[in-house]
């Protein structure tokens, strides 16, 4: 489905995307689950912001 490791960029883009299949969305499960996707994608690159502007010192492998 997805890549093993994302980009910030990426996540981003990809939060952009299912916001975009919204409209498409026939049913209320539907829409609130593309909404609770985009949110982690969102999140996600959030944190890669973060770890990014630190210098990029958190260890992901410590989240796994």
Do not use: F
């Amino acid at each position: 489905m997805y890549e093993e490791h994302m980009t910030g960029p990426e996540h981003y883009r990809e939060a952009e995307a299912i916001l975009g299949r919204l409209s498409t969305a026939r049913t209320e499960p539907v829409r609130a689950n593309l909404l609770a996707e985009a949110q982690v994608h969102a999140t996600l690159a959030l944190v890669e912001a973060t770890n990014s502007a630190r210098g990029g010192t958190y260890a992901k492998q410590s989240y796994v």
